[in-house]
């Protein structure tokens, strides 16, 4: 029976999560999901890729995820504020928790996420999931080339191949979590090491 607390926080929280594409981000925020609803909350996930899938239609290569994309960084840029209105009307509508799973690799959207989330009085934790091990990220690479509807039906050497590209592209311009006025946690190699900052 799941714990109903008598007395829950009036503060609404917003979970984002942070990392590279691979590093097992969706995963964390099912978890999170899983658990913060065991113990009575109500509970969403808003997945800015499923936003782009359903919205922009389909599956996109790996140059739609260039940040010399003009183009596509606007698109992604809008799926991303169309996902975070989303959560803040799920909780002006009486959510206690939204999920925001992104990749959020820089400091101008963790600023823009912690702004917009104050406008329905949300607190906001960062969630990053760093992975180092390269048997790890192999086998998320498989896992989103066998499942993610970016590859349904694609050859799996293309697949693999493009993926690889669309990771090359975030690491360009991923800026780590380092900013010591946020709320946020660090989870490294699947756990292997835990990192908490105002918290």
Do not use: C
């Not at 978890?31 to 899938?53: D, E, M, Q």
């Not at 909780?91 to 990749?103: L, S």
């Not at 329905?120 to 509807?149: C, L, M, Q, W, Y």
């Amino acid at each position: 029976m799941p714990f109903n607390p008598q007395t829950p926080s009036d503060t609404p929280l917003v979970f984002a999560t942070v990392g590279l594409p691979a590093r097992g981000k969706s995963y964390l925020a099912r978890r999170l999901l899983r658990y913060i609803s065991w113990l009575g909350y109500r509970t969403k996930i808003f997945n800015v890729g499923a936003y782009r899938r359903a919205l922009l239609g389909g599956a996109h290569e790996h140059d739609f995820f260039s940040p010399r994309n003009e183009e596509g960084s606007a698109l992604r840029e809008q799926m991303a504020v169309k996902a975070l209105d989303d959560l803040k009307d799920w909780i002006r509508n009486g959510g206690d928790v939204g999920i925001y799973d992104a990749t959020n690799s820089s400091r101008a959207r963790r600023a823009m996420i912690v702004a917009e989330a104050a406008e329905v009085g949300a607190h906001v934790v960062f969630v990053e999931s760093i992975t180092d091990d390269p048997e790890v990220i192999e086998k998320n690479i498989a896992d989103k080339r066998a499942h993610s509807p970016d590859y349904i039906g694609k050859p799996a050497d293309h697949a693999v191949r493009d993926f690889r590209l669309r990771m090359a592209h975030y690491e360009e311009i991923y800026e780590t979590l380092d900013e010591e006025d946020l709320s946020y946690i660090k989870v490294i190699d699947v756990g292997q090491q835990v990192i908490a900052n105002r918290v």
